[in-house]
Every structure is written in C-alpha cells, then in structure tokens.
C-alpha cells in the first residue's frame, strides 16, 4: 500500500530508554513519580535474579517499594484485582512491571483501576478508561511483546460471574510513563522463546506495513525493525548470551516494531492466528509464527509495489515487481523455517474438521480485518488455515521429498523430483485449484513409513540440505496450475490451463 499521510497523531511513552545498564536508572524515574511504588512480576523472574539491579537502583534513589510477583503466564483478571488491591493497601504512587506482557499487561491495567471508580469490566474494550491510569515504568524481559510501548493489555476473565475469555482493554490512557528497555535483561531469554517472541516481533511490524491505516512514519520505523529482526534473530536465538549484539538488535527492533504497529495500524496475521490460539491452548508467538508467511502470501497480490520494495530492501531481491514480492515472501518462509517454527495446525492437535470453526475465529472481528489489504472472508480464512493445517514440517519434508535442485517453472525441464517422490506425488488423491495437497489416509501412511525409512538409514544417504528444497508451502493464492504445483514459483494472477495428457504444464501469467 502506498502510505497516507494525511493526519498523524504518534503514540508513545512520555520517555523512551533504550541501552545495555539502563535498568540503573529505574530508581530516578520511579522519584519522579512519588516515593512509594509496587513492583510487579512474576515469580520466573524473580528467581531468575533479574529484579535484583532494579530493587538497587530504586533503592538508591530513597524510593520505598513492594513485591507483586503474582503474576500468571496468561495474565488473570483476579490477579490483576489482587495486583491493585496491593498498590492501593501500600499506597502505591507508580507501578514497575518487570517481565513480558503479561506482567507489564497487569501493571497497565492494575493502575488504570487505581484512577478509576469503574468495575474493571466496563473498561474492557476500546476508549473505555476515562482517567489516566498511575504512572507506570515498564521493563520488558523479552524481546517481542512491545508491551512496554503498547497502549493495550489482554487479560482472561477467570471470575466466577466473568465472561471466561480473553477481554483486551485498548485505551492511550494505559500507555506507561517511562518505558525502559534493557537488552541486559533478556539476556538470557530461553531459545524457545527467543524465536517465537522475536518472529511475534515480525509480524507486528509486517503487519503494520502491511495496513491500509499505515503511514510513512509507521513504515519506517517497521521496516527498520523488520530489517534488524532478519538480520539478528537467527543469532539471538542459537547464540544466545554469546551474541549480545544480535541480542541488543533485537530489543531494539521488538520496540520499534510495536511502536510502528501502534500507530500505523494491522493486518490480518493476529486474527488468523486468534482461533490457533484460543482452541489448542498455543502460545500468542507460537500461533503467529505458524500463519505469518501464508497470510504475507495472502496479500501479496493487493501490495505487490510495498512488497518488492521491501524484497529489495531485506533480501536485495532484484528483476520483476512480482519477483521481488514473491522473494520477500519466501524469505520471510525461510526465515520461520530456519527457526524450526514450522509446524503445522496438525501438530498441535487440529482435525481437519475444525478449519470452518478456526476460519469463523478468525474473522470474528471486522475491525482487526479491515486494515487488511487485501478483503479476508470466511472462506479465504479456511483456505489460509487448511494451509497451515498442511504443511509439512522441514524434518518431513526432508525426508519426504528431495527435489534434485531448486526448481521454478523455466528450470523443471532439466531438474524435478527424486523417482521416490515422485511415486508419493502421484499416489497423492487431490491437487485443489489453489495448489493446496489434500491428504488422505494413503498418502498420510506413505509419508510416515518414508519419514521413518529415511530416519533408519545412515545419514550420508539422508535427505539432501536446507538449500536444495524447493519449499512446499501451497501460496493462499493466486491458483498456481502445474502438474506439479509445488515445483511453480510463478505468482500473480494466474489462469488454470487444461492439463496435456502428458507431461508438465507451465504456468502462464493471465494477462
Ligand atoms: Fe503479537
């Protein structure tokens, strides 16, 4: 989308910190509030010695304090009511939420009920919190959230008399005072979670560019973001503490891509993923990396310029408009896939059955779909899922198929499939109109006795590298029309030819 740039109105913390050693200035920020604050985190964290530098610098500064470390990986609303319940007995003047979004969520929503007479569920939902909440100093302790810079929190109505699901309250008057961002602090982040959290971090500044709303501000903030994450995640998250630098990018980018989101807008990768989370208990950064490059897919055909600008730009992709789009797409697949988060809806426990229930999840809100650039309807919905539900995993891709080179429609003459692939192509039931396999029973067996066969032998004779594979994601759209649709690399709108008695079939551009 070309940005709009007609009215902006930028959204952010009053102070911004960013730097290794900046947790040292907790206590000056926390002075400037008052002379009494309630710390909240959770008890991971806490043992984790991650509070200690915190509790010295507020201590330094002669500010009193109090532990809230009550805190819940998905964030409650009766540990929130507990949370404010504390801030009140200790007469809290300012909150510091210490951890990931889910303690910096119940800082925010903890001092908005501290300002407000209102029951927490009448400020659930957008523009709902009439005062300023408390001042809030917020540090995270991943990279990815963005939390620290979010004018929103999440929480799951787990009262007797509440609605039982996860309520968001969206209101500028949650946005925290000071956010501090101190790559020293996420460290050590688990590897697990470095991935997920730092492809999260992706999809909110994709997202963003992605959006109808997005404006040239928004835009670059994101794609810098964008740039940093592809550059240092894969550091980040194998290298770990021994990668600092990759570690302090992406503090830096999960920032930027959150500030990015907040004020240009989303598309319609957090809904997609909305349903993978609520029906199989998946984590938010989990289910996001699982849709992110099949909904970039999605809408490549509406933001075909913004795409190959940016294909240029992170992968210095060159040649057609298309081309470039199409190579920003499957960098951002490689990028997933290089981070083993690539499983699909099948792995974590979905029927095939349930991508009408999922797709009804998905578009369930109009307003999380509108800035979309391209319309998602139900059916649109269940066709990027059935995707996900799909597709293999690398590890069964591998082994599965082993393409002798990588293939696109103008090489295939001289390079194609292994005969044992070959054998499992043909023995598959049916190639749909959007190049998407459909399993059944039979090739669901073929593949797994292959899978393992191939685990059996010595690894010399296993499946070729990463680079070799032609990668089997089936695009959402446009129709792709080979024989052998997975071996097409064409994209745009494409018309189905009929298809010859023998041989392969070449795409054609419909022009
Ligand atoms: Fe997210």
Known sequence: MIPRDEHLDFVSPDNLIFGRGTVTETGV?????????????????????????????????????????????????????????????IGADALVGIGGGSSMDVAKTAAALLTNESPIEKLFGRHNVPTEGLPTV??????????EVSPASVLFDDRANGTGEKEGIIDPAILSHTA????????????????????????????????????????????QAMELIE?????????????????????????MAMLGRVNGGKAAIHSIAYGVQALYDVPHAVAISMVLPEVVEYNQPASTEAFARLGTRLYEADGSRRGRAQTLVEGITRLRDDLGLDQSLRSVGA???????????????????????????????????????WRLSTVMWRTCFKPVS???????????????AKSILKKLPTITSRGILVPDDISEKIR?????????????????????????HAPATPSHCCTIPLMCS????????????????RCKPWV
């Not at 460290?187 to 979670?193: G, W």
């Not at 059955?353 to 800035?371: C, F, G, I, N, T």
């Not at 064409?490 to 079939?505: A, E, F, T, W, Y």
């Open 29 to 89: 920020h926390c002075a400037q509030n008052g002379d009494t604050v309630l710390l909240v985190t959770d008890p991971g964290i806490r043992n984790a010695g991650l509070l200690d530098p915190i509790v010295s610098s507020i201590e330094t500064a002669g500010v009193d304090y109090e532990v809230f470390d009550g805190v819940e990986p998905d964030p409650k609303v009766s540990n929130t009511l507990e949370c404010a319940d504390l801030a009140g007995d």
């Open 138 to 147: 917020l540090l995270p302790t991943t990279s990815g959230t963005g939390a």
């Open 180 to 223: 501090i961002i101190d790559p020293d602090l996420s460290m050590h982040l688990p590897a697990a979670l470095t991935k997920s959290t730092g492809l999260d971090a992706f999809a909110h500044a994709m997202g963003s560019y992605m959006a109808t709303t997005s404006n040239t501000f928004a835009d670059a903030l994101c794609v």
């Open 231 to 255: 550059e240092h995640l894969r550091d980040a998250t194998f290298m770990g503490a021994d990668a600092p630098e990759a570690r302090e990018k992406m503090a830096l980018a999960a920032t």
């Open 351 to 389: 029927r095939e059955e349930e991508m009408d229930e999922l797709a009804e999840l998905a578009v369930h809100s109009d307003r999380h779909l509108e800035p979309n650039p391209r319309p998602v309807e139900v059916s649109d919905a269940k066709t990027i899922l059935r995707s996900v539900w």
């Open 406 to 420: 990588i293939s696109t429609h103008t090489t295939t003459r001289k390079s194609g499939w292994t005969p044992r």
């Open 448 to 472: 797994e006795s292959r899978w393992r066969s191939d685990r059996a032998r010595p690894y010399s004779t296993q499946s070729q590298p990463r680079e070799d594979i032609r990668r089997p």
């Open 490 to 505: 064409c994209s745009g709108p494409i018309r189905r030819l009929p298809r010859p008695k023998r041989g392969r079939q």
